[in-house]
């Protein structure tokens, strides 16, 4: 019997259940288990066939690691926040389980993310005999997936990556973030960061702007930001010079944004308040609306890829590889709006090349270490189709 373990019942935990619940043959029991039972519930009324639910803090390894053994998965799927990452991989190596999430670690009093906290665990895994795929979302996820097909089919290196990801759907709120309200606050407002020629360069947050036509939307201006993918991927891709990540923002999000800021409700340390310790940006979380909750209203489309320049055989070339989902499409097959849609497919067919083998290894991998064709293959039939154009230069 195959059986995963789902934790976190938010927008991305209900796509991954749902799309699990999907591929019967593969996933064969699954649990989804989170912080707040009810969720949980809620998410289980509308799977296609029953699931075990189950209340469990992630934080709490002992918590995690009883669940575990109670219900014994082959592998467990984080899709709480960054903040459990070390706690959940602790657990899986405690138990001998598999691992996977979708974002990478980031400790709650400091807006800082990155790799070194779960690349760390590299040998203790690889002692277990145990894989720990790190980022199979979207992006990071799918972007890293990009980057390693056209690695291996269409270049002899690659030497410019810009990772493109455009949100063009109205949701309707004034001020709304697509996943959790925390995490994406503590990702915009950080500085800027892009890598050239060996070394990571600093820009104030969202200062470095540009248009670009993307396809099935049309002109929208992207702001360069930081994104964990780019962490690996100056590892991982061959002959890179440049690397950059690019995200488009509505003007309403960006004003919102600004005043949240100077007002200070973005704040991640703690304040005292009537008697009370509480962290501002908490609070903002509790009163904005949850990611899972957008969907109903929502319409437009995502378009989210990689355009890539290198060499092949001596010859210049520009590829670009992208995805474009549309939110009501999404809503209808899962109730769900397209950034959670988005990051819980890849999230799926990650755990999905896992339990049958196709990937494997003993370790902590990122996705472009893996072969890429299976899950590009896999993006197609589960509801991700991509395109690849070659791009004149
Ligand atoms: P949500 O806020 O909608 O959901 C998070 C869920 O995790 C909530 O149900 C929450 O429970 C639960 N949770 C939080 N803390 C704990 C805990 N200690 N123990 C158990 N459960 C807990 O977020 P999203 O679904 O939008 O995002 C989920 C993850 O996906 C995040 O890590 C996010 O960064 C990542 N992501 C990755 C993307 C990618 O492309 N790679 C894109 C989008 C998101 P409760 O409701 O009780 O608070």
Redesign the pocket.
């Known amino acids: 019997m195959k059986r995963v373990l789902v934790?976190?019942?938010?927008?991305?935990?209900?796509v991954v259940t749902q799309k699990c619940a999907q591929v019967p043959e593969i996933f064969e029991e699954i649990c989804l288990?989170?912080?707040?039972l009810e969720?949980c519930e809620n998410i289980a009324r509308n799977t296609k066939r029953p699931i075990k639910t189950e209340k469990?803090?992630?934080?709490?390894i002992s918590e995690v690691v009883e669940l575990i053994r109670e219900f014994k998965p082959d592998l467990v799927m984080?899709?709480?926040?960054?903040?459990?990452d070390l706690?959940l991989m602790d657990a899986c190596l405690e138990t001998g389980v598999h691992y996977l999430?979708?974002?990478n670690y980031e400790p709650i009093d400091e807006a800082k993310f990155c790799y070194k906290w779960q690349w760390d665990y590299q040998e203790r895994f690889r002692e277990k005999g145990l894989m720990a795929l790190l980022?199979?979302?979207?992006?990071?996820?799918?972007?890293n997936v990009f980057c390693a097909y056209a690695m291996k089919h269409y270049f002899d290196e690659i030497n410019f990556i810009d990772i493109m990801d455009c949100n063009a759907g109205l949701h309707g709120h004034a001020f709304a973030?697509?996943?959790?309200?925390?995490?994406?606050i503590r990702?915009i407002t950080q500085r800027g960061k892009f890598w050239e020629n060996g070394e990571w360069i600093e820009t104030d947050p969202l200062s470095v702007r540009k248009e670009f036509d993307f396809p099935e939307i049309g002109f929208r201006e992207m702001y360069l930001m930081y994104h964990?993918e780019l962490e690996s991927l100056v590892f991982n891709i061959k002959g890179l010079k440049r690397i950059r990540f690019w995200m488009t923002f509505g003007k309403e999000y960006l004003k919102h944004l600004d005043v949240l800021r100077n007002v200070g409700m973005t704040r991640i340390d703690s304040i005292d308040f009537e008697g009370k310790k509480i962290v501002p940006l908490k609070f903002l979380?509790a009163v904005l609306p949850?990611?899972?909750s957008l969907g109903e209203t929502y319409t437009g489309k995502t378009n989210i890829g990689c355009m890539m320049e290198g060499t092949k055989d001596g010859e210049k070339k520009k590829v670009y590889i992208y995805n474009v989902c549309d939110h009501a499409e999404c809503f209808k097959e899962v109730k769900s709006q397209a950034?959670?849609y988005?990051?819980?497919v890849?999230?799926m067919i990650g755990a999905m090349l896992i339990m049958t083998g196709v990937w494997k290894g003993e370790g902590v991998y990122n996705m472009e270490q893996l072969d890429p064709d299976p899950f590009m293959e896999k993006l197609n039939v589960y509801g991700l189709p991509w395109v690849m154009k070659d791009i004149k230069i």
């Open positions: 934790i976190g019942a938010g927008g991305v935990g209900n288990a989170s912080r707040t969720k469990v803090d992630a934080d709490n984080n899709v709480a926040l960054p903040y459990q706690s999430d979708t974002a980022g199979s979302g979207f992006d990071p996820g799918v972007t973030t697509n996943f959790n309200p925390e995490i994406n990702e964990e979380k949850e990611p899972s950034i959670s988005t990051t819980g890849p999230a």
